[in-house]
């Protein structure tokens, strides 16, 4: 049988991030991006520091945010794209979800 714990705890990722990014209204855009960006890593940092994530990892150990020119089109209305990754304690990989706000 398949390990599906990645599956089950990336499908939290998303809706998680989802639901604290919450929608960003307006056009796709650099603005957007870093607004986007920061709040997602907002919440990723809290979880950091609160000890649900990889122990005693700095930042670049515990997750990733990407939400720029790389994953999202400048204009586009049908919503900004996150990729995250985060690297759960004693995991020893990332887990990486993509959301849509």
Request: net charge neutral.
């Amino acid at each position: 049988m398949a390990d599906m714990r990645g599956y089950t705890l990336g499908r939290f990722l998303k809706g998680l991030v989802s639901k604290h990014v919450g929608t960003i209204k307006g056009e796709s855009g650099p603005r957007r991006w870093k607004e986007t960006r920061d709040r997602t890593a907002s919440l990723l940092e809290t979880m950091r520091v609160s000890g649900l994530l990889a122990e005693g990892a700095a930042v670049e150990g515990a997750y990733f945010v990407i939400c720029d020119q790389t994953n999202n089109r400048a204009g586009s209305e049908e919503g900004i794209n996150i990729d995250v990754g985060i690297a759960p304690q004693d995991s020893g990989e990332f887990v990486i979800a993509r959301a849509v706000v």
